[in-house]
């Protein structure tokens, strides 16, 4: 019986073990509209969510951005399917992502589409409804390839909408 009884304890210690994980959420998310800082109109819109979590050893990371940006005579969407590679600092409120994405830039001759990498790097520096502050900002590189030159590059500020970056930690 006290054999029995030192197994159903023992089990019961690995079990409280198993569910006393943690998990930890981190990334980044926004949309809304960017421009220069003295900007009177926006000239950019976008959108994105990003992730990464960390639990059981294991880490598992998505998410895409998309960006649309008009030139005086063109119009360039960059888009990213599928982060690759995902960074976040939450006390300064930094993310930066990458991964593999295609820019189509579109003028009165047509489309061009160019498939690449995609880096950004956005920055949570107030909430959505304060005005005071820093605003937050965006920051968009495209290159054909890693170590290449940016084909397209885009920098700004959130004039409406809101990024938020995020670090969570949870114990099961």
């Not at 029995?4 to 994980?21: C, E, H």
């Not at 220069?36 to 990371?61: M, S, W």
């Not at 951005?65 to 399917?81: M, Q």
Request: charged share 25%; proline share 3%; hydrophobic share 40%.
């Amino acid at each position: 019986m006290k054999r029995k009884l030192l197994w159903l304890v023992a089990i019961g210690a690995l079990a409280a073990l198993a569910y006393a994980q943690t998990a930890t959420l981190r990334g980044a998310a926004g949309q809304g509209l960017a421009g220069a800082p003295d900007a009177e109109r926006p000239n950019a819109q976008f959108r994105f969510a990003v992730k990464e979590l960390e639990f059981n050893g294991q880490t598992r990371r998505g998410g895409s951005f998309e960006i649309e940006v008009r030139g005086e005579n063109s119009v360039t969407t960059v888009h990213l399917p599928n982060v690759e590679r995902l960074a976040v600092n939450a006390e300064e409120g930094v993310a930066a992502f990458s991964g593999r994405g295609w820019a189509a830039q579109r003028t009165r001759q047509g489309v061009r589409r160019t498939q690449g990498i995609v880096f950004v790097r956005v920055e949570d520096n107030r909430s959505a409804d304060s005005t005071e502050g820093d605003p937050d900002t965006i920051a968009v590189a495209f290159r054909t390839a890693p170590d290449a030159e940016p084909v397209f590059t885009y920098r700004g500020v959130v004039l409406r909408g809101d990024i938020r970056v995020f670090e969570e930690t949870r114990s099961r």
